[in-house]
């Protein structure tokens, strides 16, 4: 069978494709790094190691790249005849592949190819094929997306697993935690006949999506905005730290209490889940730095994002968020020169208002909300400390 996959990163390779490639997929990668595309192109195969105490080698083969800066045709031939299609690009760069993924249900139209396929968007956002769905039927004509309707499903995902930001020699080589955990909303698919092993396939998504952001996401955030403020480099040193241990927990019992009212988890289950998150960020196999976790901070003060949702939710049902809010007012402080975003913030703190970049980040009209962060700003850029 055929994947065509967008994103060769580590996250493409050290967990789609690994995934992929488990159930007997050859797998097209598509992606602009011309190095590891070539790489690719040369080897056919690739290795992941596992983060813990095995150090386990994983072999990844019947693989091949294309650049679809360099050769979008071949982009649309593969999706022509492909059997799923994944991404693993970031929910910023989906709107940029959207006309490479119309042209590729066009063609399958041309072609008379009316076999059901699947356009999974593996992201850390919600909603993520559904997005990608609407991006992509910008690029349709009206009878190209009734065809698509027919025969092109794009079910929203949930995906987890913590690959950090790494160099090596071999530019194919990743290393990954063993943890893993991959859900598809079986409801959304076009191709339910199609079931990928080490997959979970559930008839509601929203749970396992929420549970997923508002506590890992939500969690490893915490510790990188909390550890940037106290000084730190790396997740590993800040978690370290009892303060920041402290504040995970904190806002973990926060989320947690959020996602047990409104989706009714056992409460036992839920906090086991929760020990096993802090588990794997205290991996000292796994040395992810914190400009990487805690990069494009406007985009995680989103409305729908993973602070201020659950702030707005734990707020409409009475319950609390006090330490959510002091992670927030730390996110405006975190300065990192590498990072486009964190730098338009800290310019936008320079030449507007505290109230209009709260408002303009966040989409809160909440006036008791705003003013809650306003002075979580506050202190926090009162208290920090510099690496």
């Known amino acids: 069978m055929k994947a065509v996959h967008f994103g060769a990163g580590n996250i493409g390779r050290g967990f789609i494709g690994e995934t992929l490639a488990e159930n007997g997929f050859e797998i097209k990668f598509v992606d602009v790094n011309e190095t590891i595309i070539d790489a690719l192109n040369a080897r056919h195969g690739y290795t992941i190691q596992l983060a813990d105490e095995s150090q386990k080698k994983i072999q990844v083969a019947h693989v091949s790249g294309i ?30 592949i959207a006309p490479l993924i119309a042209a590729g249900i066009q ?23 559904q997005a990608l769905k609407k991006e992509v039927y910008a690029h349709l004509e ?3 997306q009734e065809f698509a309707d027919q025969v092109i499903g794009f079910p929203n995902a949930a995906v987890d697993r913590i690959v950090p930001l790494q ?26 006949e199609l079931k990928l092993k080490k997959v979970h396939y559930a008839p509601d998504l929203e749970p396992f999506i929420e549970r997923k ?44 209490d959020l996602l047990i009212a409104k989706w009714d988890f056992d409460r036992k289950e839920h906090e086991a889940y929760q020990e096993k998150i802090i588990g794997r960020f205290e991996n000292k196999y796994l040395s992810d730095e914190i400009a990487r976790v805690g990069r494009t901070p406007i985009r995680k003060l989103g409305y729908d994002e993973r602070f201020i949702r659950p702030i707005r939710e734990a707020k409409e049902r ?13 996110i405006y402080t975190f300065n990192e020169p590498q990072d486009e975003e964190s730098q338009k913030l800290q310019q936008m703190l320079k030449e507007e208002s505290l109230e209009e970049v709260i408002r303009e980040t966040t989409g809160l009209k909440d ?20 690496a």
């Open 367 to 386: 006036e008791e909300l705003l003013q809650a962060i306003a002075a979580s700003y506050k202190e926090a850029a009162a208290t920090k400390q510099n």
């Open 142 to 144: 009206p009878a190209d």
């Open 318 to 330: 009475g319950l609390g968020y006090a330490a959510l809010l002091e992670t927030v007012g730390k």
């Open 67 to 96: 650049n679809n800066g360099k050769d979008p045709d071949k982009v649309v031939a593969a999706l022509e005849d492909a059997d799923i299609v994944t991404t693993a690009i970031g929910p910023k760069i989906l709107k940029f």
């Open 213 to 256: 952001l508002f506590s890992v996401n939500t969690g490893h955030a915490t510790v990188a905005y909390t550890g940037k403020h106290k000084g730190y480099d790396n997740i590993g040193d800040a978690i370290a730290d009892p303060d920041v241990l402290r504040q995970l927990k904190r806002v973990l019992k926060e989320t947690g």
């Open 107 to 129: 063609s399958r139209k041309q072609h008379h190819n009316e076999k059901k396929v699947d356009v999974i968007a593996c992201e850390n956002m919600i909603g993520g094929s």
């Open 167 to 192: 160099k090596h020699e071999d530019p194919l080589f990743v290393s990954v935690e063993p943890f893993k955990e991959w859900v598809v909303d079986e409801s959304q698919m076009a191709a339910p």
